[in-house]
């Protein structure tokens, strides 16, 4: 019976292996057509496949030495003695070491990352006229909508709304290619500006005003979600995202603008 759940331990972790390497090929893993719709989610993916070898290369040593124990233990004949090990001092060193390397590695090697998505990077590249950051507007999450203010076309985002701001709900434009940057707010309690496909992610934190930067290579929506239980309606906080063509998304605000200014007043035909 001992060897039963020696081979049933080991087959499962066996097949817990395969699944898990299957995953990104069969798009189990990442939202949407799995590809990274922002330059910097491409460096995201590496990085998250770069931790699935490393947890991969331990399960599998951890699997192989569980099988293995079980194999020997159940081998072990009733009337023969067990060897029971406590406390062994290299082997508590070794499995101290080794993790602590490994994260360590792991914080130095996604520092550059870390840096783009905290726009320490990009700061440069922001201030070159070849590619400019937009401040393209002001995204407040309550429960449980996301409200959007933007500048009117040829304006600038100001931190305090303006009398010709265009505003929209659960509907953020950008334009597409261009660094885009928001700030973030929120209204009551906490919640997070999530777009997988784009891989952002951001808290909105109360009494914050955190600027988030993103850019979206293809012209199209993307799923905009809250990824904060941020109470009861934490499920409906759903919001689209259109990334267009800078004409498309000047045309979109100019529409917009005159949509909100407009007091439903004709004039009679003449
Ligand atoms: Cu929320």
Known sequence: MGK???VFFTLTSVIIFIVSWMSPAMQWWFPGDHKAYSTLGGKI??????ILVIVSVTFVGTSAALGYALWKGAAIRPDEKVWFSHGSHSLEVIWTIVPSAILLFIALYQLDVWAEYRMKAVAK???SASRPMIAVAEVTARQFEWRIRYPANGKTLKPTPQPD???TVNELHV???ALVSITLRTDDVQHAFFVPELRVKQDAVPGKMIPVWFDATAPRSYELLCAELCGWGHYKMKAVLVAQ???DFD???????????DDGYR???E
């Open 125 to 127: 590249e922001m201030s």
């Open 251 to 261: 045309a979109w605000k100019e529409e917009a603008s005159a949509r909100q200014f």
């Open 165 to 167: 701001d265009v505003y």
């Open 267 to 269: 004039q009679p035909a």
């Open 175 to 177: 334009p597409t290619g």
């Open 45 to 50: 993916d590496d990085l998250f496949y770069l």
């Open 4 to 6: 039963f759940w020696a």
């Open 245 to 247: 063509s800078e004409d």
